[in-house]
């Protein structure tokens, strides 16, 4: 088995559009390609073992690129390969799971085959017919006729003692309706229909196996990729994989079933109950079960996101202005990421922030401009504590502790956040890039000592001094102190250069966080108030992600 490389966007129109792998995926198809490949077909066991029937759950939460991921591992495996893919999603209009399936072996291997791909009529018309209402539980009455009555005439308890049943008050035929002794009938015949129609499909089925087997070009096993199984209704979820288990268990066939299986399991409970053990059952149905980790989430924001609203030529025509300002959209996401990641947001919430921060963008009037890390940090908190969101825009936040010497102290917010974040992420930077062509018709702005070069700042020194400064006045962007000998008291761009020109021989986030805070002031970042900032959040925060239709 050749190791796939998806490092390159594929070349329509001779092959199916993929962009460029950059979740790293490619390694976990050809790990899983190797193994499924031999669990269904080993030419080293003996002649009556070398097929097998296999099913792996590939399980992956919602944004880890289960769709991508199958899509194109597919695609690879059809050179090589029988390859079946159907997304249960599209389907599950469809009453009838075995039709979905077989529909989509039979119309995609004829593609593939170069054999007859067909199916006797008959056979597959028996299950066009409506399944018995008493083995779904769904419903106590069809049609005026008791299906108590009908489930004690067809079945009988066979763990029962002969003695409690020759005790017992049984019904006899005589006392059935006569409605109820037809439909008995005509389940009994369309059950022993059906089984037949079983064993006629999968003799089919075994039958391409073999022909597979001999053709040229073509390698065992078949691979059929079910996907999106948790966003069917949840009845049809459940009936497709009791197809999948007693119709299509055929050697030589391998199924790979992609789910969020936490949301499957709820999918499973929302038939059987609260009380039902899921995870137990789910068991039954797979050999195995694999996990896609999740996704680095700055490699994830720049596969799900509208990366142009991020775009320097975009903000440029609308002539907005977002900081940190960065060269490229991937590093203002990977900034943005810094932030989610801190707070330890889960994929869902992360696509839900970018896509509240691009609104914001998309909606600020000509000459206006916006902070979007600090826009992050408030809707994670808005996310995670909603209380304390409001207390942060509102100015209102306080928290005090007792001192070893039983005094009352303050907490500063700054501390307060800090102690919610793990240590490894405040120290995580945060880039800027300072670009020269803005400040080039002033030449004696400082600035321009530091033109088109990056400059980084740790996560807890943008939140102290930056975010904290908005909303909680800790330390200050109006510096005090005054510049001459007349004691005139310095301007806050003046303050902000002095500072600057005294840190040149500082430590490189030193230098930053100064550059950083004289742009804060030259650029009027920091007259962006906190009604401004509550604004962004109340007009976007009602906007919820839903999910590629």
Known sequence: MKEFNWSKATKPPLEEYFPADKLDRARYATFLSRLLAQEGFDKSRPDDEQKKNYVLNLNA???????????RWSRELIVDFPVVYIDAWQQDYSDDPFLTVIAGIIKQLQRQAKFNITIPKSAVSMFKAVAPAIAQGLTKKISGID??????????DEEIEDDQKQNS????????SPAVKALAQNLIKDHEAKNKSVEVIKAKLADWVNKFEEQEGKSLPIFIFIDELDRCRPSYAVEML???????DVKGIVFVVATDTEQLQHTIKSIYGEGFDAKIYLGRFFNSRYSLKRPVLKDFLSVQSDTTKFESAYLKSRKIEILPRTETPETALANISVVLDAFQVPPRTAIQITERITAIIVNLPSGKKVDVLVLA???????KDHSLYEEIISGRFKRTKLTQKSDTQNIKLSDYL?????????ERDVIFFIDSKLYSKEPNCIINRYKDTKKVIKLKHYIEYFFCQIFVVETSLVFAGFGNTQGRKLTELEQA??????????PQYEVAKSLIRYIYVKDAHN???????RDFIELSSPLDYMGDS
């Open 497 to 506: 250069e002095k500072e600057l020109r005294e840190c040149n021989d500082s």
């Open 147 to 156: 299906l108590d009555e009908l489930h004690t005439l067809l079945f009988s």
């Open 527 to 533: 007259k962006i108030t906190k009604e401004q900032y």
């Open 169 to 176: 008050n049984k019904l006899t035929g005589s006392d059935f």
């Open 61 to 71: 939460e919602w944004g880890a690129g289960k769709t991508y991921f199958l899509k």
């Open 242 to 248: 009791e197809t999948i288990k007693h119709i299509f």
């Open 377 to 383: 940090v408030l809707f994670c908190i808005y996310e």
């Open 418 to 426: 800090s102690e919610e974040i793990l240590p490894v992420d405040l």
